[in-house]
């Protein structure tokens, strides 16, 4: 009889998972935030509270965002686990990121008047300038920012999409929606601190760690998230989550605190309130330029190269 040796067994799936040592880095992050909530002093007169004093526009705003964002995660979750990208050009990519963010850059025309609040200009509303200063910063981050993970990470989007200097158009309105969630939820325990505990130099470094915690985590965990989306590849994954995580937290480094005193003790009379929110977010987006460049240049030292076209058709 003769035998056959057995077809050897193929190699097993490539891990896209994250490095052991990020568990370190959230246990000394988790650490950290409970020594400094510890040693809080509570503010006996104070009501602490996550969500906006009731009656106010940015309250209505922010639980709006909050529902929002179980939807847009939820229709997200769904393409990634039945893989229907597998299926997407150019347009449904733009269409599926695009409708998506259409509801929130709709909403503070499609819901002016919250309950119990009198009727305002579009203008004066907190949601049109919240929705502004994260449509600026976000636009500022697809154009410019992409390109350092480009260069330093060897990131790319491989998938058919219109582009706009080289990043995928369907990016920027994924970002906006995005972008407009996560700052609505760092907000909440950034008030809770801020509302709780009495002023001092201990509750400012709890908002401090706040801020840091925050921003790394929301930086991890997206770039967890994508990982499962084969269109959005590193050179080098475990530096895509240690250094690219660290790189992308940056961004929120800056945007959380800027964006949450946004409304949060209304705004000066006799400026426009459109124009200050985007000056705001004009100028935390240079901000984060410049510390991604300076990052670059003192840990990486990787060269800056921005290439593409304006407008271009990819995949």
Same mark, same amino acid.
């Given at each position: 009889m003769l035998w056959r040796r057995a077809a050897p067994a193929p190699p097993p799936p490539a891990y896209r998972g994250p490095p052991i040592e990020s568990a370190y880095v959230f246990a000394a992050i988790a650490v950290a935030l409970l020594l400094l909530y510890l040693v809080q002093r509570r503010d006996p007169k104070a009501e602490p509270r996550w969500l906006p004093a009731a009656g106010t526009e940015k309250r209505e705003y922010e639980l709006w965002? !909050?529902?929002?964002?179980?939807?847009? *995660? #939820?229709?997200?979750?769904?393409?990634?686990?039945?893989? !229907?990208?597998?299926?997407?050009d150019a347009a449904a990519y733009l269409a599926l990121c695009g409708g998506l963010a259409l509801p929130l850059l709709l909403q503070p025309a499609l819901f002016r008047t919250p309950r119990g609040l009198s009727a305002s200009s579009l203008g004066a509303q907190h949601a049109a300038r919240a929705q502004l200063w994260i449509a600026i910063f976000g636009f500022i981050g697809n154009y410019w920012y992409t390109h350092y993970f480009y260069c330093v990470l060897r990131a790319k989007y491989t998938m058919p999409a219109w582009r706009l200097n080289d990043v995928p158009i369907a990016m920027f309105a994924?970002?906006?929606?995005?972008? /407009? +969630? %996560?700052?609505?939820?760092?907000?909440?325990?950034?008030?809770? @601190?801020?509302? =709780?505990?009495?002023?001092?130099?201990?509750?400012? @470094?709890?908002? &401090? #760690?706040?801020? !840091? =915690?925050?921003?790394?985590s929301v930086a991890f965990m997206e770039t967890l998230?994508? /990982?499962?989306?084969?269109? %959005?590849?590193?050179?080098?994954?475990? *530096?895509?989550?240690?250094?690219?995580?660290?790189?992308?937290? !940056?961004?929120?480094?800056? +945007?959380?605190? &800027?964006?949450?005193?946004?409304?949060?003790?209304g705004h000066a009379a006799g400026r426009s309130p459109l124009l200050e929110a985007a000056a705001s977010s004009l100028a935390s987006g240079m901000l984060v330029l410049l510390l991604l460049d300076l990052t670059r240049l003192a840990v990486v030292g990787t060269p800056l190269t921005i290439g593409g076209k304006l407008v271009e058709v990819t995949g």
């Open positions: 965002t !909050l529902r929002y964002s179980v939807v847009w *995660m #939820g229709v997200f979750a769904v393409v990634i686990a039945f893989q !229907l990208y597998e299926a997407f994924a970002t906006h929606f995005y972008f /407009s +969630s %996560y700052h609505v939820f760092a907000n909440l325990p950034m008030r809770h @601190a801020r509302t =709780a505990f009495a002023p001092g130099p201990r509750r400012d @470094a709890l908002e &401090v #760690g706040l801020v !840091l =915690a925050m921003s790394y998230t994508i /990982s499962h989306f084969p269109y %959005y590849d590193f050179e080098d994954r475990d *530096m895509a989550y240690t250094v690219g995580s660290a790189f992308y937290a !940056l961004y929120f480094v800056v +945007s959380f605190p &800027v964006y949450f005193r946004l409304d949060e003790a």
